[in-house]
Every structure is written in structure tokens, then in C-alpha cells.
């Protein structure tokens, strides 16, 4: 049930580059045609170098900081300079390293006592600065995805009731497995992203990409749950789409 178009790329160097020129594209498209560009990061360890890669030549030069917003996906409910902090992780690897204004980086407070109150609180600056889709909802310009070895993303993980979560645009999950609160984006919010692009990369995610893209498990995995109304994107290197079908990797 392949959602999207399909990018395979020969390592992990070769697909952060391509989704580096993806960004700095899509990045011009949007502060042109609407003066900003909203971003949400995507967590992990898989996006690592594509961040490093933005604050570099050619790709720093290339990108309108001064229009630009990051956002997050998700977060894990722990200080920001954690070891386990995807804003952590952003900052060492990219926001450090870029000339973007401060008041223009929207992180989601994992320090918090209450997550479902720092889940609400992002959600209303998410509300008084994206612009709304058609339907409503607030609309990014990119969100960038990366997914588990159980299909998750972001922090929408398998059994958990966020999955049915269709009106609030954020909301805090205990993640059982993990032991661990989190704050994470909900699925309308997916969505409605004009663009959706997702970073796959490792031998060890080819048999669940092989699941998503040509199985039909039931219950279905969250990131078959997305229903994109704008255009996704999968990004995959060999690793990773090593299982998939002759016919699919054309
Ligand atoms: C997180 C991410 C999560 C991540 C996947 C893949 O906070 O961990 O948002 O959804 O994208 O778990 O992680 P890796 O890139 O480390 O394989």
C-alpha cells in the first residue's frame, strides 16, 4: 500500500543529500509563495546528518533562515540537554550552526511537570502561527518523518490511543514499551502537511518497509494510518528497501 512516491539511495550519505537538496527546494517554494517556511523535525538518530548537511556549504547559504520555523514532531519528556532530546540532538547538529532568529525555533518542552499541558501549550502557538488548510487544520509546509522497526512515527506508536486522536493536534503518550512520556504531533496534522518526507534508512527497517509498502497487517501500522492530502515523499537506502519487490524499486 505504498503511500507516495519512492526514492532509493545507494547509503545513508547519498539520501541525507538528496533530502538536503529536497529541503532547500521545498524551503524557497514555500518562502515564496507564503513567506515562511514550517517545518517540523523529524527525531532519532536517522536525520542526524541531513541536519549537519543544512549547516553546511552549499546548504546553509542556499536556505532563508530569516523565513524560516522549525517545529518538532515529537519529543521525549526529558530536559532539553538530555542525552535523549531530539531538541538537543537539533541544536548540536544543526540550530548551533545556522543564523536562525531564536524566536523562530518552536521546541516542544519535554522538561515539563504536565506533558499534556506542554502538549496543549504547543498546540495553541502551533494554532496562532501556521497557516490553515482548506479543511482547517493547521498546515506545514514540511514534515519530515522517520519510522520504527514497529512502524511508529513520531511518537505515534502501535496500541496507543493517540492513534485515534482526530481533533487535538498534539497530545502526550506513554509509551509502555519505552517506559517513557512523549509529546508528539497527531495524525490530521500528518496529514494536512503540504509535503510529507519520510528518512528510512538500515537493514534492520527492510522488513517492516517490505510490511508497510506491500503487507496488509492488521492492525495496520501508524504509518499506515497517514492519509496525506499533500505529497509524500519515502526516502529508503539499499539497507532498507533491500526487501521490496523488483517491481516496486523501479
Ligand atoms: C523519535 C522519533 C522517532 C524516530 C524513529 C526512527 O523521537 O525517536 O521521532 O519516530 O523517527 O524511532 O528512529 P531512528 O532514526 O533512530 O531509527
Redesign the pocket.
Known sequence: MLVGELRIHPDPEALARAVAERWVELAAEAARARGRFHVAL??????RRLYRLLAETPYRERIPWAQVHLWF????CVPPDHPES?YRMVRESLLDRVPIPPEQVHRMEGEAEDPAEAATRYARELTSQLPLSAQGVVQFDLIL?????DG?????FPGTPVLRERARLVEAVHVERLGRW?I?LTLPVIDHAHHVLF????AE?AAVIREVFIGRPSPPYPVQLIQPRGQVEWHLDEAAAAELPEELRR
Open positions: 523529524a527525531g532519532g538518530s536517522t536525520p514532531g515529537d519529543e521525549r531530539n518523518l522517520g519510522m520504527g522497526t511508529h512515527t513520531a511518537s505515534l512523549r508528539t528518512l528510512v534508512t538500515g527497517k
